[in-house]
């Protein structure tokens, strides 16, 4: 994987045309989705569609007068600093909030990467294709915001809730998750394994905290933040570790209660409200329905509950 540092021109513009490509693409199936239900919605999503190949091709022009025909091949999953952009058919649920909510994500990250391309390219030509760009994908963030079916928001609020769920919330959540789910199978081992409070309870400190160690490093490392307006990588990482370390702990906690029962017993009904908090936070800032969510999380965090079970009691 490239940085975005490391491209040249001539990958950058390469990079751009793949950029317009997809999102001209995501357009079209956020068009096709809603043409039966929300006409008009797919109607703003078919013009942006239209707009989004308009830039392709004033690209592709530029790209053929400095460089010629033969294009490098290089896409958003092959530079670091992109988010990944998940296929429509996925979502179980689809509709004009969701899509105006992507479609604004989308139009952040193509204006900082114009912005960001245009400041670091030297000739003139291209500078200022990657300026106009820039300032166009500025107005379509506006028109994303409004093809929201629901009632319009004051735009810098939203903006501000915006930046919020990217810097702190989604961090904080993949930490959570990450440290509720992932150290249940040590912990549970080592209370069945060793019938003893205070070895379990070190068990689950070691697993909470080098899991938070791991998850911040990880999420710090994953992206500068420069494209994708996710805020500064350390801060991002210091979110994610703690609350990675918070999810592990906080059922850890319990076996300072030297009777193994008792600890054990309300170690379980901790697990279950830490499943509930993220659940609902994933429901309430991530869209996801609430049986999705629920089912989701109880799953995975059951599996990984009977692993330890398992093991602890071979």
């Given at each position: 994987m490239r940085t975005f540092d490391s491209l040249d021109a001539r990958e950058i513009l390469a990079l751009a045309i793949s950029l317009?490509?997809?999102?001209?693409?995501?357009y079209e199936s956020f068009a096709d989705a809603l043409r039966s239900s929300h006409p008009k919605q797919a109607e703003g999503y078919e013009k942006l569609r239209k707009e989004e190949d308009g830039h392709r091709h004033r690209l592709l022009e530029l790209y053929q007068e400095r460089y010629g025909s033969s294009m490098p091949l290089i896409r958003r999953q092959d530079v670091k600093g992109f988010v990944s952009r998940k296929s429509i058919w996925l979502a179980r649920s689809f509709g004009?909030?969701?899509a105006s909510r992507e479609a604004e994500t989308m139009e952040i990250e193509t204006r900082r990467f114009y912005e960001q391309a245009a400041q670091r390219t030297r000739d003139a030509g291209i500078r200022q294709l990657l300026g106009d760009l820039a300032e166009e994908e500025r107005h379509h963030e506006r028109t994303a915001e409004e093809l929201s079916a629901s009632p319009m928001e004051d735009f810098d609020a939203k903006g501000r809730k915006r930046l919020f769920i990217l810097q702190v919330v989604q961090p904080g959540l993949a930490g959570l998750m990450d440290g509720s789910v992932s150290t249940l199978a040590p912990l549970f081992a080592a209370a069945l394994?060793?019938?003893?409070?205070?070895?379990?309870?070190?068990?689950?400190?070691?697993?909470?905290?080098?899991?938070?160690?791991?998850?911040g490093f990880a999420e710090a490392l994953s992206d500068d933040?420069?494209?994708?307006g996710r805020g500064r990588p350390w801060t991002r990482g210091g979110i994610c570790g703690l609350m990675t370390a918070l999810g592990g702990l906080g059922h850890a906690l319990p076996y300072l209660i030297p009777d193994i029962k008792t600890a054990t017993t309300l170690a379980i009904a901790v697990v279950l409200v830490e499943l509930g908090?993220?659940?609902?936070?994933?429901?309430?800032?991530?869209?996801?329905?609430?049986p999705s969510a629920l089912l989701q999380i109880v799953i995975g965090g059951l599996l990984v509950f009977l692993t330890g079970v398992l093991i602890g009691s071979s």
């Open positions: 317009e490509e997809e999102d001209a693409r995501i004009p909030d969701a394994a060793t019938r003893h409070s205070w070895q379990t309870f070190l068990v689950g400190v070691a697993a909470s905290l080098g899991a938070g160690i791991s998850m933040g420069s494209l994708t908090i993220i659940s609902w936070i994933r429901h309430r800032y991530m869209d996801t329905p609430w």
